[in-house]
């Protein structure tokens, strides 16, 4: 299967579970079950399948047929090329290409000149007039092929302008563009572009980012330290015919090697096979040629010969356009879809449906002690009615005043749980603390400093090393204090349940020690910065400026989602807490009624014993619903069985 099959089908179980969500969101609240701590589980859930984007990133040096390539794989349906892959020099700026459901089809560049300004590339994306935009019409592909276009756009400056701008360094010749008889630089009009259109695969998800050669990418530090690790694989692509050149390389050494989607589920592509067709070979000499190329790579850049695959994107295109299956077959190129397919989208879907799992099990177990909650108090209840049997209104009337004084005792006990509430509320002050923007950039402050220092930076890594010690030792304190509210939380829903019959359970603590390894896979992505190599570049104040820039808005990144972690799992106790309140007040005020209308008619008791057992009745059904729903969930019929929710047990219920 190739990989837009194995996507459609991804976008398809999507749009399954969204509607299957929407039927549960819908059925609990028709049967007042959506709590505050089950609508958030709700709303992360919905968020983490809606929001699931796949990143794809094709990365090579300039004319490897890279442009070409995601013509053959994605835009063949349009019968001709979309992004610019003509000869020589295409893609001068990164390019993503995606779907955002509220923004028209358009092209978004942003100016060159927008690198000598002191914001990163994620404060440019919330700036979007400063990008020039064009329309797309996705119905016309000779209009959308000509916008697209723009963004091998180019200008040229002077020497003194192209340093500033990243394009040039008096220290590294060997590196320079050449210029023109003038003197002056061509550089690349747009420092990033943004396509938004409605294709089939971009809408369900799937995100491309085109990127240009060494010396753009070299001059753009946020791309490799922040856009290229997120990328959830990389296609790294090689000249079949000359192999891993010098400059490749530099490229993988210096910006692949070391991130987690290169090891796990990317592919290196030897393009342009058809280079190598020659009619004085035979067929299995051109194949033994093309072998023998996959296992040099392979050996250089250090992979297994299975993640190296070799193809001509220019004959698979051609192929595609015109239906000729053997020539899409020697193209090689639904072999490189596959192995996306089963690759990427097999890892990515898994790790998807673990986290929706685990989501689907914490909203069934919340909303299953609500339901065991109002079971509880149902078999109390009927209890209580069935010790009236036989009973004269003087003992009714005592039974009445019993619970009116266990009501004003439960009232007048609020004292204790607010001060459970007060304890916890404390504790998590200090942890918001050390997760705060305002902590994070006073851990950073020494490193920007350091790195907006004039010339060589010396000091630079030992800085770098001290701020990521410090920013580890934060987490590893954060996670002590989680630890301790969680232990809190524990002792006193122990005492709540002992003392109130509550049903309280600690929700699952966050893990923040995952967050640790974000900071590793930064770091990781700097230090390629911080070598001999790059020390002339790193000498540059507007290079170390947007390398500072772009280390902030990763790190923001990471603390604002462990932020959000512990918000969750705090307002997960804080609304078991309120439901279980709620429910004890509601049981107070139907005792209550359940006795008033015995006292006013002989035959109230067995009505509303009567009502009771119906009630009990419809509780066992709201709880079979409940886990049907929640199975249909997690149903996969590609996947490995989920296991069933297992249902909360609710008490032996008294007929």
């Known amino acids: ?264 589920s990317s592919l290196v592509v030897l393009n342009k096979i058809d280079t190598m067709w020659d009619a004085l070979s035979t067929p299995e000499q051109v194949q033994l040629q093309i072998a023998a190329q996959r296992t040099d790579a392979a050996e250089i850049l250090g992979l297994s010969p299975a993640h190296v695959l070799a193809v001509s994107a220019q004959k698979g295109l051609l192929a595609k356009v015109n239906r000729d299956d053997k020539l899409l077959e020697a193209s090689n190129l639904m072999a490189l879809e596959k192995a996306l397919g089963v690759g990427l989208l097999g890892e990515r879907r898994r790790i998807l449906r673990a986290a929706v799992s685990a989501g689907i099990q914490s909203l069934r177990q919340e909303t299953g002690r609500l339901v065991h909650t109002r079971a509880r108090d149902l078999v109390e209840q009927m209890q209580e009615l069935d010790g009236l049997r036989g009973k004269n209104e003087g003992v009714i009337k005592q039974m009445r005043l019993r619970i009116e004084q266990e009501q004003a005792d439960f009232d007048a006990s609020g004292a204790k749980i607010q001060a459970v509430r007060s304890v916890h509320l404390r504790l998590l002050k200090d942890l918001f603390a050390l997760l705060s923007s305002s902590h994070l950039k006073s851990r950073v402050v020494e490193l920007a400093r350091a790195l ?120 997960s106790a804080a609304a078991q807490l309120d439901a279980q309140l709620r429910e004890r007040r509601r049981n107070f005020s139907r005792r209550i009624e359940a006795v008033s209308r015995i006292q006013q008619a002989a035959s109230g008791l067995d009505e509303r014993i009567r009502e009771l057992q119906d009630q009990q009745t419809q509780l066992n059904l709201l709880d079979a619903k409940l886990v049907e729903l929640t199975s249909m969930l997690l149903a996969d019929p590609k996947a490995e069985p989920v296991a069933t929710p297992v249902p909360v047990p609710a008490p032996a219920l008294v007929a």
Not at 496 to 521: I, M, R
């Open 1 to 264: 299967m190739s990989f837009n099959q194995e996507f459609d089908q991804h976008g398809v179980w999507r749009k399954e579970f969204a509607l299957r969500l929407k039927l549960l969101s819908e059925w609990l609240i028709d049967h007042d079950l959506m709590e505050a701590g089950v609508r958030e589980r709700l709303d992360q859930v919905h968020a983490q399948v809606r929001n699931d984007k796949v990143m794809v990133a094709f990365v090579a040096e300039f004319s490897r047929g890279k442009s070409e390539l995601i013509n053959a794989m994605f835009f063949a349906g349009y019968g001709r090329r979309i992004m610019p892959a003509s000869a020589g020099r295409t893609t001068m700026c990164p390019t993503e290409l995606g779907y955002e459901a509220d923004v028209p089809p358009c092209l978004r560049l942003l100016p060159i000149e927008t690198r000598l300004q002191s914001k990163s590339l994620l404060d440019w994306r919330n700036a979007p007039e400063k990008w020039e935009r064009v329309d797309l019409d996705v119905n016309d592909p000779k209009q959308l092929a000509r916008a697209i276009q723009k963004v091998a756009e180019v200008r040229r400056v002077s020497q003194t302008d192209a340093a500033k701008l990243g394009f040039w360094n008096d220290d590294t010749p060997d590196d320079n563009p050449l210029p023109g008889a003038d003197g002056m630089i061509e550089v690349p009009k747009w420092r990033h572009a943004l396509i938004n259109m409605a294709h089939p695969l971009l809408k369900q998800g799937l995100v491309i980012l085109d990127t240009p050669g060494l010396n753009a990418i070299g001059a753009e530090p946020e791309l490799t330290v922040s856009l290229l690790p997120q990328a959830h694989a990389v296609v790294f692509i090689l000249a079949a015919d000359t192999g891993v050149t010098k400059s490749d390389l530099t490229i993988w050494r210096q910006h692949l090697s070391d991130f987690e989607a290169v090891r796990e």
């Open 452 to 571: 907006k220092q004039p010339g060589i930076k010396l000091g630079v890594r030992r800085a770098y090393a001290h701020t990521f010690d410090q920013l580890r030792a934060d987490l590893t304190k954060a996670g002590t204090l989680a630890t301790d509210i969680q232990s809190m939380l524990e002792g006193s829903f122990k005492g709540l349940n002992a003392e109130y019959g509550f049903s309280l359970q600690p929700p699952t603590p966050p893990q923040l020690e995952q967050y640790a390894k974000d900071l590793g896979a930064i770091e990781k992505s700097h230090i390629q910065y911080l070598g001999l190599g790059n020390a002339l570049r790193l000498a540059q104040p507007e290079f170390a400026e947007r390398l500072a820039r772009a280390l902030m808005s990763r790190l923001r990144v990471v603390y604002e989602t462990a932020v959000n972690e512990v918000e969750l799992w705090n307002k």
